[in-house]
């Protein structure tokens, strides 16, 4: 059922007060069917514009992004869903509303959106909620219905763009600990775009270092442990031992970053 | 959760009420005390005869249709233009940047000015106060629509087309219902331009309407009969404001 993601010597460039910025230079990686993958890097590095190139939402300039067999043409809502960070929901619709419509846009036929939306809010323990309002819900809360819109899809592959990003610490490990469950068990495609090294380790089979602006992936390191993982996997040396492999390989990137952040 | 806000509903309820209490008891203070010649402002009571007067009048019911229906022809004229050329403007970049700027350079132009110019064009009847109303509440209406497609947050645009919607999707499901409170507040700048740019040009030059009344009762030193005809246009501002703000709240239960 899962399938793979494939990108090959991706390149793209945007245009900052009036000059090419070259954001990713010739940019190869594969991703397994049914595996979960991070892209750590520092900011401005392009990992969230390689996301948006495999999901269909920005052309490349050139290179390729595959999804199954198929080369990446526009967005692909039967196949790959996206969560973005919390403030992606619609603000005037409730939670019901916002996954309803999703699963109107997909096209999924009326009569089995409401079953589908009942299950996702289920999943991700938003059942109670299905009538707030986006704004009367926590971060956290709100994440976990961007999640549910995204699991109500039922696509192969999943790309979530700094999902946690704006969330306090406590809030992103209990986040963590229930995505790592969940994942697990839906057996998607998963690429996930962090800045958070603790949170590559903690969800990722593999993750892709890239280096700063322009982005290349730098490094791959894996992280062998089954899914789903425990808390106490967090204490544990190997933990440590990724996370400080992680922080030796991206701590020059990010000094990189600062020195030539636009202004 | 929905506890708290009705508490506090209550609570400014009052004190709006207190304010309008406090108003009314300063005006029947002063006029009452002669601290304020009645030649100037007549007392409430007073007011309130005339009001009653008025109520009589054959003529009030043809002034307050020729005023309103100015006023619909008016507003319904510039929702109707500001919203298509605000959405056109806002469809393309390139437009917006061209005509944005345009308009609002325009939209400072105090238009009242021009108003002779259309008693030339239009006459003294409704239609020069048609187009001067319609005019005023043309601007805001355009430009907030403008605003509100333009700064309709992208990420919401990336995960609907994300999500597969079309584009008659998109403008129906998050283009429209994110752009429209600013849109609808534009379009509340504009009826009260537009009502009050009408007043006053029949105040300049008109045969008829509730603003032809005070500036006729004014300039006959009937002060009275002015103030009451005043107190018809205010409490017809109170109504329709609390109309839109029953709207607004039902549209929108936060």
Not at chain 1, 117 to 123: D, G, N, P, Y
Not at chain 2, 165 to 193: C, E, S, W, Y
């Amino acid at each position: 059922m899962a399938i793979g993601i494939g990108v090959n010597h991706l390149s793209h460039a945007f245009t900052h007060n009036g000059a090419p910025l070259q954001v990713l230079d010739d940019v190869s990686l594969t991703v397994s069917a049914g595996e979960m993958v991070c892209l750590l890097g520092p900011s401005g590095c392009g990992k969230s514009t390689l996301l948006n190139i495999i999901g269909g939402l920005l052309k490349a300039d050139s290179g390729v992004a595959r999804i199954g067999d198929a080369p990446v043409n526009g967005v692909m809502p039967q196949r790959v869903g996206f969560v973005f960070q919390e403030n992606a929901l619609f603000p005037w619709s409730t939670v019901w509303e916002n996954l309803m419509v999703g699963l109107e846009f997909q096209g999924v036929p009326a009569s089995e959106r409401a079953a589908r939306a009942t299950r996702a809010l289920k999943t991700v323990s938003m059942s109670d909620f299905a009538k707030f309002y986006p704004d009367q819900l926590s971060g956290g809360m709100k994440q976990r219905v961007g999640l549910a819109r995204a699991l109500a899809l039922q696509t192969d592959v999943l790309l979530m763009d700094e999902p946690f990003a704006a969330l306090d610490e406590q809030t992103r490990m209990i986040l963590g600990e229930d995505l790592s469950v969940l994942l697990s068990e839906t057996g998607k495609t998963i690429v996930m775009v962090t800045h958070s090294l603790s949170e590559a380790v903690f969800l990722s089979d593999r993750i892709f270092v890239m280096t700063a602006r322009p982005g290349r992936i730098k490094a791959i390191v894996e992280v062998k442990r089954e899914h789903p993982r425990r808390p106490d996997f967090m204490t544990s040396a190997q933990f440590n031992d990724v996370r400080a492999e992680l922080y030796t390989l991206l701590h020059d990137e990010m000094r990189a970053a600062a020195a030539i952040a636009p202004a | 959760m929905t506890v708290q806000p009705l508490v506090r509903d209550s609570r400014s309820r009052a004190i709006q009420i207190a304010f309008f209490v406090l108003v009314l008891a300063g005006w029947w203070t002063m006029t009452g005390l002669h601290r304020i010649s009645p030649l100037f402002l007549p007392g409430p009571v007073a007011v309130a005869q005339q009001i009653g007067r008025i109520a009589h009048a054959p003529t009030l019911a043809l002034d307050i249709f020729y005023t309103m229906g100015t006023f619909v022809v008016a507003y319904t004229l510039a929702v109707v233009t500001g919203l298509v050329a605000g959405y056109v403007v806002s469809t393309r970049r390139f437009l917006t940047r061209v005509y944005e700027p345009l308009l609002a350079s325009l939209y400072a132009i105090p238009i009242v000015v021009f108003f002779p110019t259309f008693i030339l064009f239009f006459g003294t009847g409704p239609n020069s106060k048609i187009a001067l109303g319609a005019l005023y509440a043309f601007f805001p209406i355009a430009l907030n629509t403008i605003a509100g497609f333009t700064q309709v947050d992208y990420r919401l645009i990336a995960a609907a087309r994300s999500m597969g919607a079309n584009d008659k999707q998109l403008l129906h499901r998050v283009l429209i219902p994110a752009a429209f409170p600013i849109v609808a507040t534009g379009m509340r700048i504009a009826f009260i331009a537009c009502f009050a740019s009408i007043l006053a040009g029949e105040m300049i030059a008109s045969d008829h309407g509730l603003g032809h009344q005070i500036a006729q009762a004014g300039q006959m030193m009937e002060i009275g009969r002015m103030f009451g005809y005043v107190t018809l246009v205010v409490l017809a501002a109170f109504a329709f404001n609390f109309g839109v703000s029953a709207l607004e709240a039902r549209r929108r239960p936060a």
